[in-house]
């Protein structure tokens, strides 16, 4: 890969924080934009903007047809086989909500829950809404030491009465990569349904819905170099016709009386109002920016930095690690001793070093590691080893000034 190609496609790389060059390293909350994206959404709203699905006009059909090629385009990168079967959302936790509200509606009082302990709060809080409404059972499987998932544990909360598991493809906090495609094994045993969410995973994997075997997968675009306000959920063609709307309004409708209405399939079923029509059009954008990256190159390279930062901090005397499983994406989640996240992540910023620290909106999880934060550096593809030094040496600055 071409670092330095690759880092000139992203404008606000090149710019200084507090009079240094930005080293960006919290991707894991949102990505930077590539030029191309960039320059789609503007040249959109320069010279395309127009409502989808209802003009007969040049724009509004234009406008349509760029829509559907951005839902072919996200199909494609999950190996989804219909592209119906993609919805545009507002993001991960609208694309859960839609399930919870939707899908949820069958479950029945005494059915049980499995998550995780390394769920963000985008994928406890919309259950426990559900299991509050109607008796439902919310159980969690247990991690490790390293913070990997406890697999004998989540199989044995696996039972006849486990009707979702609901799991992240990779942790947002720990870095660490679910063996999804086992656990979504050990749920169908069980006649559950299973939905992952991939939020942290689409930017870093190459991700196949159907290799994995679930039933509903959900993402950002924010996260994975697209504009924000924008996501997908994807869900098989049958559970997805066979589910109520989640919202009603304009475009999700076959026929509308105030006796009766009717309503499309999908995907405009789930798709009330006007959607996010440059969002999904940016989306698509940035597929195609990652497409010519290529997926394979964007791991490998992020493996490399993974293993670099993480030796190198590692170096660090009083830093401890959240997060050592074997299998991770470019995500280090640490502590100081002594030292509080929120002072961590301060000081950093006057180096120009951009990461993240608090809770991550993983409470649960910060509760089990007994602490009541992190600082979590994490990294894409258009980061450098130079980068990983310079959040090293603005680490040892913290310690300098603490000491
Ligand atoms: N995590 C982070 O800094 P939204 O906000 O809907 O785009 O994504 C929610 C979400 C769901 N699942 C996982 C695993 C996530 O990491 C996130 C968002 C950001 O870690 C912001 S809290």
């Known amino acids: 890969m071409n670092i330095a190609a690759v880092r000139s496609d992203f404008p606000i790389l090149s710019r200084e924080v507090s009079g240094k060059p930005l080293v960006y390293l919290d991707n894991g909350a949102t990505t930077q934009k590539p030029r191309a994206v960039i320059d789609k959404i503007s040249h959109f709203f320069e010279y395309e903007n127009s409502n989808i699905h ?8 234009d406008a349509t047809d760029q829509y559907d090629r951005a839902r072919v385009r996200l199909a494609k990168m999950i190996n989804a ?3 119906r079967e993609v919805l545009f959302v507002r993001g991960t936790t609208e694309a ?10 069958r479950l029945q009082q005494g059915d049980e829950i499995l998550l995780t302990l390394m769920e963000h709060h985008a994928n406890i809080v919309p259950w426990q809404l559900l299991a509050e409404k109607r008796g439902l059972v919310i159980q969690v499987a247990g991690i490790t030491e390293k913070g990997e998932l406890d697999l004998d544990d989540f199989a044995a909360k ?3 009465r486990t009707k979702v598991a609901a799991f992240t493809h990779v942790s947002n906090a ?3 990569i679910n063996p999804v495609k086992e656990m979504t094994r050990l749920a169908k045993e069980q006649g559950a349904m299973v939905l992952v969410d991939g939020a942290q995973a689409v930017p870093h994997l190459c991700v196949d819905v159907q290799d994995i075997g679930c039933d509903f997968y959900a993402f950002s675009s924010h996260k994975m170099f697209g504009p924000d306000g924008v996501g997908v959920l994807w869900g098989k063609e049958k559970l997805l016709s066979s589910m109520p709307p989640y919202q009603g ?7 509308v009386s105030f006796e009766k209405t009717t309503f499309r399939g999908i995907p405009e079923r789930f798709e009330a109002g006007t959607p996010n029509i440059s969002g999904a059009i940016g989306l698509g954008a940035a597929v195609d920016y990652l497409n010519g990256i290529g997926h394979a190159e964007i791991e490998s390279y992020e493996k490399e930095l ?8 590692g170096e660090i005397e009083g830093l401890t690690i959240h997060g050592t499983a074997e299998d991770k994406v470019g995500v280090i989640s640490f502590t100081l001793a002594g030292i509080h996240p929120h002072d961590i992540g301060t000081i950093l910023d006057t180096e120009g070093v951009a990461i993240r620290a608090g809770h991550h909106c993983a409470q649960p999880l910060m509760d089990h590691l007994k602490v009541s934060g992190t600082a979590r550096a994490s990294f894409a593809f258009y980061n450098t080893t130079q980068e990983a030094d310079s959040l090293v040496a603005a680490i040892c600055k913290v310690q300098k000034m603490f000491a």
């Open 96 to 105: 859960i909500n839609l399930v919870t509200s939707s899908y949820g509606t």
């Open 249 to 255: 309004g304009g475009d999700m409708i076959e026929q």
């Open 306 to 313: 993974l293993d670099y930062a993480g030796a190198a901090m």
């Open 158 to 160: 696996l039972n006849s």
């Open 54 to 61: 209802r003009g007969v006009h040049y724009l509004s059909m």
């Open 174 to 176: 720990l870095g660490t």
């Open 81 to 83: 086989p219909e592209e």
